[in-house]
């Protein structure tokens, strides 16, 4: 059974806080609310949009149609939104867009099929979780959303701009181990990935170098494309091993030339279970008596 709250003046007020704290022109025309939802009819309240096509501003009103689009839950029920929209005429003629639907800021976009807060929300939750445990927890909140669409939320989402680092550590990475390899750069400071390349040619690296100045370290490994490439892009910046390549060198080595000596070091470190081995017999390698 749905309870109709018919908003007097005062409590619509404090309707469009609480439901829409965030958005500026919005009218609240009537919120039914029953066991699993809340269905909010709601409206933007401004006189005219701009175009989309030419940019001109409108308030020629051709029609207006309802809106629907998935919202986040209220207090644990599904929000039904049902957004009356404005359809408005082009004055500019020669304009190709004759008609256009108006948008409301921070709440809808062209061809969303969701509001902006549930969007960010999804996007939030695929960040921490990714696709497939995002969409599981998403629907602990009453959200039912596919693990496909929560990853294209968090590939919309617009790169985090990040200062170029001081000290910057170039490695590669696998897409496909042994087949395909592209470059990871890291701000070696802290200690977080910048960017991604999708090969690991010393061009590439050069020219992500070039475009970033402000480089004075370049840390990597001893690959001839990583060396070239930090040369040709950032003449200004010292190279150095990094400490991981280091030690992964030196303890092949270390284990290589252990491997050679296997022989040698048998004689010196006797395995304990066997009886020592009388040194007398490998003084004398020929054999004789
Ligand atoms: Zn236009
Ligand atoms: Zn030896």
Same mark, same amino acid.
């Given at each position: 059974? @749905?309870?109709?709250? @018919? ?6 007020? =404090? ?14 025309? #009537? ?25 001109? @501003? ?67 939750? $695929?960040?921490?979780?990714?696709? =497939?445990?995002? &969409? ?9 959303? #596919? ?26 990475? &696998?897409?496909?181990? $042994? ?16 960017? !991604?390349?999708?090969?690991?040619? &010393?061009? #590439?690296?050069?020219? @992500? ?33 990094? =400490? ?5 060198? !030196?303890?092949?080595?270390?284990? =290589? ?5 296997? $022989? ?21 390698? #020929?054999?004789?008596?």
């Amino acid at each position: 059974m @749905w309870l109709t709250v @018919w908003p007097v003046a005062e409590v619509v007020l =404090r309707l469009e806080d609480l439901l829409f704290p965030s958005i500026a022109y919005v009218a609240v025309l #009537s919120v039914d609310v029953n066991d699993e939802a809340v269905r909010i009819e709601a409206r933007s309240t401004v006189a005219g949009f701009d175009c989309p096509g030419c940019g001109s @501003w409108s308030r020629r009103v051709h029609s207006s149609y309802l809106r629907v689009p998935a919202d986040v839950p209220s207090s644990g029920r599904r929000v039904v939104l049902c957004l009356r929209v404005r359809r408005f005429l082009c004055p500019v003629i020669s304009c190709g867009r004759r008609t256009f639907a108006e948008q409301m800021p921070g709440l809808t976009r062209r061809y969303g099929r969701r509001t902006e807060r549930l969007r960010s929300t999804l996007a939030a939750v $695929g960040l921490a979780l990714a696709g =497939r445990a995002g &969409a599981r927890m998403a629907r602990v909140f009453g959200l039912s959303v #596919s693990r496909s669409t929560v990853l294209r939320l968090v590939e919309s989402l617009p790169d985090p701009e990040v200062s170029a680092p001081r000290i910057v550590g170039v490695d590669e990475y &696998a897409t496909r181990k $042994g087949r395909h390899y592209g470059t990871v750069l890291v701000d070696v400071e802290s200690r977080r990935p910048v960017d !991604l390349l999708p090969d690991r040619e &010393a061009s #590439s690296l050069a020219a @992500w170098l070039a475009k970033r100045p402000e480089v004075e370290v370049v840390c990597r490994d001893r690959a001839p494309f990583f060396a070239e490439g930090a040369t040709a892009g950032a003449s200004q910046a010292v190279q150095v091993a990094d =400490r991981w390549h280091l030690w992964h060198n !030196l303890s092949e080595a270390a284990e =290589r030339c252990v491997a050679d000596h296997r $022989g040698c070091l048998r004689v010196l470190a006797p395995d304990p279970a066997q009886p020592a081995p009388e040194l007398e017999k490998f003084e004398d390698p #020929s054999g004789s008596p």
